[in-house]
């Protein structure tokens, strides 16, 4: 499809001809939040937790919600439908709206609402049975990385960072501690325990996240959320990606550095194995 339609301010159009006024908030201040909902066989994968991240992150912002739950549902299934890909990666976007620029909140505006889709891109199966590699660098972004904001500078030199390196991600530490990556969840695996950052404003809660805590529990995998030094991401058994594209990913090299044995670990093909099911189910 080489011109797909997407809805923007209550119209589907061709993707070429959506247009927003220059003086957009979200164009002028990155002033709005996305989210990001994978689907598969046309069905939307954990639909209500993406879009209850959307909702708090409107709220957290000052952004009235401009449509209701079903309203929203109906929107994106619009959107899908008109789309020939089965398994697709729907985004939307939310801007405070089109108003006289300055920094403070204009008063009565409406916000902008843009939803498209495209094909998801999965990892490869060679990604998946042989792990990626990936590169350390220090976090330098805000200390609001909970809000899903569309404000994404240092994600996006973050990313430009591990492309140049030739590798799958940037792993980003904050004062020694980790954080997490350009645009994935990172975890680690020692002696069997499965950790991850805690759910503070130092990460974005990926939705990934919370499915993890439930695979977690239905597989009998000791689970801990703490702050994680450096070392320890270097000296674990098991460093391992989660996104919506990235699914669960493991991760066998980190800078110069092998992790664990050079390979993708038991916890690891243990997740993949529940994810893979969780989206078949």
């Not at 959107?79 to 729907?90: F, I, K, L, P, Y």
């Not at 645009?183 to 020692?190: G, H, L, Q, R, T």
């Amino acid at each position: 499809m080489n011109d797909p339609l997407v809805y923007l301010n209550g119209e589907m159009t061709p993707l070429s001809e959506a247009k927003i006024p220059v003086l957009d908030r979200g164009f002028i201040f990155g002033d709005g939040i996305y989210e990001v909902i994978p689907v598969y066989q046309r069905k939307m994968f954990r639909a209500d937790q993406h879009l209850a991240r959307l909702f708090r992150s409107l709220a957290s912002i000052g952004i009235t919600n401009p449509h209701s739950k079903e309203e929203w549902l109906e929107l994106i299934a619009r959107v899908m439908a008109a789309h020939e890909a089965d398994d697709q990666m729907v985004y939307l976007q939310v801007t405070r709206g089109v108003a006289k620029r300055a920094h403070a909140f204009p008063k009565d505006v409406t916000p902008t609402v843009f939803i498209m889709t495209n094909p998801i891109v999965l990892p490869t199966a060679a990604a998946r049975e042989n792990g990626v590699a990936c590169v350390s660098m220090e976090d330098k972004r805000w200390l609001h990385c909970e809000i899903k904001s569309i404000s994404l500078l240092g994600n996006v030199l973050a990313a430009q960072n591990a492309a140049e390196e030739g590798v799958a991600e940037s792993i980003q530490f904050r004062d020694g501690y980790l954080t997490e990556a350009s645009a994935s969840n990172v975890w680690i695996v020692k002696d069997g325990v499965l950790m991850g950052p805690p759910k503070d404003n130092l990460i974005l809660e990926g939705i990934r996240y919370g499915l993890i805590e439930e695979l977690c529990a239905a597989h009998n995998i000791k689970l801990e959320a703490r702050r994680i030094t450096r070392e320890e991401v270097f000296a674990a058994d098991e460093v391992m990606l989660s996104s919506a594209t990235k699914e669960v990913l493991a991760v066998v090299k980190l800078d110069d550095a092998t992790i664990g044995d050079g390979k993708p670990g038991a916890i690891y093909h243990k997740l993949c194995a529940a994810y893979q099911a969780a989206k078949a189910a």
